[in-house]
């Protein structure tokens, strides 16, 4: 069976710092991997989407970056921690060639 | 482009009262539909997903028909249950595509006894 893993599961951290959120599957080769941003109360936006190793498209960048090292790992990062960064990142994948996203659990971030 | 309109903010029920959430699209394809819940401090699952060939999905309860002529995919249940409690996003993707989910705003359901 498949599973997600994403880590950390919550930073703290402050403005301007760099960052560094992972996620990794396992079980499932080639699959389709996506990163998600949610702000408190808010709804589910799309950041970035990866078909394969080593590409990655941007849907909404927010001053952050992605990649996709290995076919089971996304990284999303970015340089400069903003306040507006804060919330909840939640990874996705889909089977190749399918639609459906599963979600993983998720890591709070928080920007002070 | 492709775009979700559903039930937004907050939905407040009476536990053993019918559920109804909306959901109407705008696609270019012919896009599978698809309800997401999301529980306190969880994320996002996969509660339904629209067929090709007519059939209603079921699940826990819920089900939705896809209706193209009117472009919906309404998420109804029969008696609301406490547990039902949750956000609930209404999700497109364009077929084939396999790259993008275009969510709606979600509907936060809250249901009393």
């Known amino acids: 069976a498949q599973t997600i893993h994403q880590w950390p599961v919550a930073e703290i951290k402050a403005v301007g710092s760099p960052l560094s959120l992972g996620c990794t599957i396992k079980?499932?080769?080639?699959?389709?991997l996506y990163w998600y941003w949610q702000a408190t109360g808010g709804t589910l936006q799309q950041l970035f989407y990866?078909?394969?190793?080593?590409?990655v498209e941007s849907v909404v960048q927010l001053n952050l970056s992605a990649s996709r090292p290995k076919d089971d790992q996304f990284i999303l990062s970015t340089e400069k921690l903003l306040l507006s960064h804060s919330g909840f990142y939640l990874c996705a994948w889909s089977p190749l060639g399918e639609d459906t996203q599963y979600f993983g659990p998720g890591t709070r971030l928080l920007v002070l | 482009g492709d775009s979700v309109t559903q039930t937004e903010g907050l939905v407040t029920l009476t536990e053993g009262l019918p559920v109804m959430l909306n959901c109407t699209y705008q696609?270019?394809?012919?896009?599978?539909l698809f309800w997401y819940v999301q529980h306190l401090n969880e994320a996002p699952k996969l509660l339904l997903k629209s067929f090709t060939d007519n059939k209603r999905p079921e699940h826990q309860g819920f089900h939705a028909t896809l209706h193209k002529s009117s472009s919906s995919f309404h998420l109804q249940k029969s008696s609301a249950q406490l547990s039902d409690s949750a956000l609930y996003y209404c999700a497109l993707s364009a077929q084939g595509t396999g790259s993008k989910l275009s969510f709606g705003k979600g509907a936060k359901l809250t249901v009393s006894p």
């Open positions: 990866s078909i394969t190793v080593g590409q």
């Open positions: 079980g499932k080769s080639s699959p389709n």
């Open positions: 696609s270019t394809y012919s896009p599978f």
